[in-house]
Each structure stands twice: as C-alpha cells, then as structure tokens.
C-alpha cells in the first residue's frame, strides 16, 4: 500500500521559517509529479506548490518568493521550505503524488503561524 508520509509541521512564529518533508514509500517516486496543498479552515484545499519528475516547478501566487519546492529521489522525499510564514499560511499542509491515473495524498501536518 502507498504511503505518504507529511512531518515537519507546528507552530511558528510570524515571519518564522518551516520545512516539510513527505516520505513516500512503495511507489516508483521518481516518475511521480509531486505536490503541496493545504486547507485551512472553513476553505478549500488549494495547491500551494508543485514538482514535476523533471524538476519543473510551479507555485501559487501568495507563496511566490516565500516558499521552495524540493525533492530528493534517493530519499523517495519531497521538501517544502517555507520563509517568511505570515497566519494566512496556516492550515493543514498536505502531500499529493500524482502520475497518470494513480493519485496519491498523506494525512497532511498542521501548521499554525501566530503570535
């Protein structure tokens, strides 16, 4: 069975830094585009970055400059380093892996940015 696995996650300060890891296992992770989204509260799920097997990378216009997508396929790991955290960054933080018709999603971490 798939797994992916979300860590990293917690409670920060304002302008504060975090990183995210998900831990993927039992999948050929390099061929999969690998992706972050979050949901907070009373809103949708919206993607907030995204890495394909090729290393390209999109973003969502309010993370643009804050946030990096990374991913180790040795590790079978993809990152996100987060910068600059602001309380609308907070949410529950979710990993998705996507490859044709298989379409993967951890338990999600929750980030909290307050004072």
């Known amino acids: 069975q798939v797994q992916l696995v979300e860590s990293g996650g917690g409670l920060v300060q304002p302008g504060g830094s975090l990183r995210l890891s998900c831990a993927a296992s039992r999948i050929i992770f390099s061929i999969h585009t690998m992706g972050w989204y979050r949901q907070a509260p009373g809103k949708q799920r919206e993607l907030v970055a995204a890495i394909t097997s090729g290393g390209s990378t999109n973003y969502a216009d309010s993370v643009k400059g804050r946030f990096t997508i990374s991913r180790d396929n040795a590790k079978n790991t993809v990152y996100l380093q987060m910068n600059s955290l602001k309380a609308e960054d907070t949410a529950i933080y979710y990993c998705?892996?996507?490859?044709?018709?298989?379409?993967?999603w951890g338990q999600g971490t929750q980030v909290t940015v307050s004072s």
């Open positions: 998705r892996g996507t490859y044709y018709g298989a379409d993967y």
